[in-house]
Nanobody, 117 residues
Framework: VQLQASGGGLVQAGGSLRLSCAAS????????MGWFRQAPGKEREFVAA????????DYADSVTGRVTISRDNGKNTVLLQMNSLKPEDTAVYYC???????????WGQGTQVTVSS
């Protein structure tokens, strides 16, 4: 599966962004999807994930309550709605796919999110 992330940009603190990840292939609903981020000088970290059916979601503590992950299996797309953004959310955001939550073997290119204070 090939993944294409988009939707990043520059936003002021307190603002919102919606990231999108478009996937190729006919079996999108069989893949769990995740979003990760990597800030300069830091390790990549988990942000959010969603099961293939969309029935299970998981979030990092740092974004819980501010971020919502969703998917549209008819459009082969997973979304990450981010609200109340903080400067510490600044990072390159990556989407990933795998056979189950926590097991991601496919990665898209990143999309830059910059939150100004």
């Amino acid at each position: 599966v090939q993944l294409q992330a988009s939707g990043g940009g520059l936003v002021q603190a307190g603002g919102s962004l919606r990231l999108s990840c478009a996937a190729s292939g006919r079996t999108f609903s069989s893949y769990a999807m995740g979003w990760f981020r990597q800030a300069p000088g830091k390790e990549r970290e988990f942000v959010a994930a969603i099961s293939g059916s969309g029935g299970i979601t998981d979030y990092a503590d740092s974004v819980t309550g501010r971020v919502t992950i969703s998917r549209d299996n008819g459009k082969n797309t997973v979304l990450l709605q981010m609200n109340s953004l903080k400067p510490e959310d600044t990072a390159v955001y990556y989407c990933a796919a795998g056979p189950r939550l926590g097991a991601y073997g496919y990665w898209g290119q990143g999309t830059q999110v910059t939150v100004s204070s």
